[in-house]
C-alpha cells in the first residue's frame, strides 16, 4: 500500500482539491482510499473538517484529522485500510517536523505550486531528498502554457526536481457564490437570498458606453454586475443576458419593476453602501475567498486533473 504526501511551502496552492480529486476518480474505479490532513492546532483541525465535509458531504469516511505529535502513530494504522493513503499537510506545519514524518512513514512527497511562486518551491522540494515523486504547478495561467513545457519544465529538471504535471487557472474553480459575495461586499439582500448559493466567474460595470447595452452584457455569463441603483435603463439591459446576481451601489434600492422583472428571471440583488469605483476596487480582492468548497467544483477540478496530470502518473495507479 503506497502513501502520497501533499504539501506546500505556502497556503492556498491547491493541496485539497488535489487531494480530493485523485480520491474522487480512484474511489470511481473501486480503489480504497483514505485522505488524512495533518493540522498544527485545534483551530486548523476544524476548518479541515469543514473543507472535506462540504466537499464529501455523504462520505465523512474519506476523512481524518490528526496533529503532528500524533501522525507517525496513527497514519501507520490507517495504512492497512487502503489501498492509497493520501496525506495533506497543513502549511503552517514546520518543514523540519514534515521531513521527519514523511521519512517514519516512508511516504512519497508530492508539492503543489501555483504559478506565481514556481521558482520558489525548488529549494523546499529538494529538502525531501529521495522521497520527493515531484512538483504540480497549479494555477498555470491560459497563455503560460508553452512557457511550463520549454522553460519552466526544464528549469526544474536541471535541479533534479521532477515535474509530474500542471493544472491550468480555471474561472469555475475560482468563482465566488452569491452569498460569500454579499457577506464580503457588507452588502445586504434587497431580493433573492435564497439564491445565494449561484456561482460568479465575472464582473461588469454597468455604465455609458457607445455600444447597446445588452450587446456588451452577452459577452460574460455567469456575472455579477455593478451597477448604481438608480439605472433601470442600464439593469434591464443586463437582463436580457446571463446575469447571475446585481451588486447595485450608494445604497440606493431600484425601482419596483426592476424587482419584478429580477424576481421573474431569477436574479438576486445585492445592495452595497459604497460607490462603483470603490465597490469595485473591493471586488479586486475577493479572490482570496474563493473555496473548493462544493462537490461541482470537486467535478471539474478531477477533470482537470484526469486530463493534466494523469492518475497513472501521479499514484502509479491505473
Known amino acids: 500500500m503506497s502513501v502520497l504526501y501533499v504539501t506546500s511551502e505556502l497556503p492556498v496552492q491547491g493541496k485539497t482539491a488535489l487531494c480530493s480529486s485523485v480520491a474522487s476518480l480512484l474511489k470511481e474505479g473501486g480503489v480504497k482510499v483514505k485522505i488524512v490532513k495533518v493540522v498544527s492546532s485545534t483551530s486548523s483541525h476544524h476548518h479541515a473538517l469543514a473543507s472535506y465535509g462540504n466537499i464529501f458531504p455523504m462520505d465523512q469516511d474519506i476523512f481524518s484529522a490528526v496533529s503532528i505529535s500524533e501522525a507517525s502513530s496513527s497514519l501507520g494504522d490507517l495504512k492497512k485500510f487502503s489501498d492509497l493513503l493520501l496525506v495533506e499537510a497543513d502549511s503552517s506545519i514546520p518543514a523540519d517536523n514534515q521531513k521527519t514524518l514523511v521519512s517514519e512513514i516512508d511516504a512519497e512527497v508530492i508539492v503543489v505550486s501555483d504559478y506565481a511562486n514556481r521558482s520558489q518551491c525548488t529549494d523546499f522540494s529538494k529538502s525531501f531528498g529521495e522521497n520527493l515523486k515531484g512538483v504540480i504547478i497549479n494555477f498555470v495561467p491560459r497563455f503560460a502554457g508553452t512557457n511550463v513545457s520549454e522553460y519552466l519544465i526544464p528549469q526544474f529538471e536541471s535541479l533534479d526536481v521532477a515535474v509530474i504535471g500542471f493544472i491550468p487557472e480555471d474561472r469555475y474553480l475560482l468563482s465566488l457564490s452569491v452569498g460569500q459575495i454579499a457577506e464580503s461586499l457588507t452588502g445586504r439582500f434587497f431580493s433573492g437570498e435564497d439564491l445565494s448559493d449561484g456561482l ?18 452577452s459577452t460574460k455569463s455567469d456575472k455579477a454586475v455593478v451597477i448604481r441603483g ?14 447571475t446576481c446585481f451588486i447595485m451601489t450608494n445604497g440606493i434600492e431600484p ?4 424587482k419584478y422583472e429580477s424576481q421573474e428571471e431569477r436574479v438576486p440583488i445585492i445592495i452595497v453602501e459604497k460607490n462603483t469605483i470603490e465597490t469595485m476596487e473591493d471586488i479586486g480582492n475577493l479572490q482570496i475567498n474563493a473555496a473548493f468548497d462544493r462537490p461541482d467544483k470537486l467535478k471539474r477540478m478531477s ?7 494523469g492518475l497513472e502518473r501521479l499514484t502509479g495507479i491505473l
Open 200 to 217: 460568479v466567474q465575472s464582473f461588469m460595470v454597468g455604465g455609458f458606453g457607445m455600444d447597446p447595452g445588452q450587446y456588451v452584457f
Open 255 to 258: 425601482v419596483e419593476y426592476i
Open 303 to 309: 477533470d482537470l486533473v484526469d486530463q493534466y496530470v
Open 230 to 243: 438608480d439605472r433601470p435603463d442600464v439593469q434591464m439591459s443586463a437582463l436580457q443576458t446571463d446575469v
